[in-house]
């Protein structure tokens, strides 16, 4: 496949890797999985589904319910290819390794131009709109506290992965406080109606606007595959932290808005959107438990955005490897003293810092859930064809293998054509625009490809 394509005189992908430090273990494996899918949307996403929904709270949970599902089966299935190909790029390598070369390309193309950037970069600006909001700053500052959080990551990140991986371990354990307190006690001392079906307005998009939404706040398991390379041992590492960290996920998040509608009605968590966990927190806590928990929740999306930024940028370095992006021998090259790839690093951080200018955060979070979920489709049939192609894997006892096949990865698959086709009715607009930039790619592909021919002759 594609990683025995390289330009004579090229390193191969493989050198390249063994030169990425292997210091990840399970728990910072587990720490990235959870610490970068908790991040900013289980705290300012609950309004937005329930607007979605009309307010109605039944349907909000539902939203939660199915996306969790969905997740669960998608974070399963992938799983199995992350143990039959335990290398840095997850998706991108997953899919050249399947279905060739061109099919790689696409779908690393469309992560590192689309994907990864505006989720980055829509991290940056909820962290810099939450510590606006907590210090009282004027709305000019938000953004410039976003960028700064996003350059302070990459200067760590840059200095060696088991500093973010430090990072990734301390603010997900950080992260769990709020969720665990206002869980519980909401839980506990709430008396409102959970599961209400009365409507109180809203843009009534409907369920599956809703479950885009919710999505964005579970997305983002994949990143762990990314750094399979810098694993210990990724084959048994990555099904385990993919699986167990999806289900905490997906408990933590039902916890949480279970308990903020044990706390306020739905009306009011429609109002006050991103800030509805800090005001729960208030009418719980007090006014020092809430400035308490607003910290955590500021710390949990700072982790969140660490792990986006220890993570993504291995898919550029992956596809430079391949030399399927421009400039690829600039861009995989491996610092001598760090063992980072600083500078597909700082090309995955220059497009999030232009998408951050560029546009909102929720519109940036839909975009790139339409974007991904595309060639996670692929990802699952993959596993079908794997499974065709070399059945022992099957039979060997010590591999891992995706649960319930193969009802989990249809069930992963018939998601996520409703998602895409959710997010064609909900916001057609941004769709186009994702498909247009995934073509734009193309031009560079056959430019590559005739470059690689005339290196052979």
């Known amino acids: 496949m594609g990683h025995d394509c390289t330009l004579d005189g090229d390193e191969t992908m493989q050198n390249q890797e063994t030169k990425l430090k292997k210091d990840l273990g399970f728990w910072p494996a587990i720490s990235l999985v959870v610490g970068v899918v908790i991040g900013s949307g289980i705290f300012v996403k609950p309004g937005t589904v329930l607007d979605y929904v009309g307010g109605d709270s039944s349907l909000a949970l539902l939203a939660w319910l199915l996306g969790g599902l969905l997740m669960l089966a998608a974070g399963l299935t992938v799983a199995e290819l992350s143990a039959r190909i335990p290398k840095t790029g997850g998706l991108y390598i997953y899919l050249e390794n399947v279905y060739g070369r061109f099919s790689g390309f696409l779908s690393g193309w469309v992560q590192t131009v689309i994907y990864q950037p505006t989720l980055i970069g829509s991290m940056g600006l909820y962290f810099g709109l939450l510590v606006g909001n907590y210090l009282s700053l004027d709305e000019s500052w938000h ?123 739905a009306s009011q968590i429609q109002a006050l959107g991103e800030n509805a966990a800090g005001t729960a927190a208030g009418l719980l806590f007090g006014e020092v438990g809430q400035q308490i928990i607003s910290i955590g929740i500021i710390i949990s999306i700072f982790g ?58 929720d519109r940036l979070s839909e975009i790139a859930i339409f974007a991904i979920f595309i060639f996670y489709i692929q990802a699952f049939i993959a596993v079908f064809l794997l499974r065709k192609r070399d059945p022992e894997w099957v039979r060997d006892k010590g591999n891992y293998r995706v649960p319930l096949y193969p009802v989990t990865p249809v069930l ?40 690689e021919k005339l290196a052979d002759q």
């Open 412 to 451: 992963a698959i018939i998601g996520s054509l409703f998602v895409v086709f959710s997010m064609l009715t909900h916001d057609l607009e941004g769709a186009v625009i994702t498909l247009l930039i995934a073509l734009a790619g193309l031009p560079f592909y056959g430019w590559m490809k005739r470059k």
């Open 304 to 361: 969140g955005l660490n792990g986006k930024i220890l993570s993504y940028p291995r898919l550029a370095f992956a596809m430079a490897n391949d030399r399927l992006l421009p400039g690829g021998n600039f861009l995989s090259q491996v610092h001598p003293k760090f063992g980072t790839p600083i500078r597909a690093i700082l090309l995955q951080i220059l497009l999030a810092v232009l998408f951050m200018v560029l546009s909102d955060p």
């Open 143 to 265: 953004l410039w506290i976003g960028i700064g959080a996003v350059l302070f990551l990459t200067i760590v990140n840059s200095l060696g992965v088991k500093y973010g991986g430090i990072i990734q371990v301390i603010t997900t354990i950080a992260k769990m406080v709020p969720i665990v307190l206002i869980s519980v006690f909401g839980l506990w001392q709430g008396s409102g109606d959970i599961f209400s079906s009365a409507t109180f307005g809203g843009s009534k998009e409907g369920l599956g606007a809703a479950m885009l939404a919710a999505m964005f706040a579970y997305d983002g398991w994949i990143a762990a595959s990314s750094v399979a390379g810098e694993m210990k041992n990724p084959a048994r590492i990555l099904p385990k932290a993919l699986s167990l960290g999806l289900i905490v996920i997906i408990v933590a998040y039902l916890a949480v808005n279970l308990a903020l509608l044990a706390v306020m009605p």
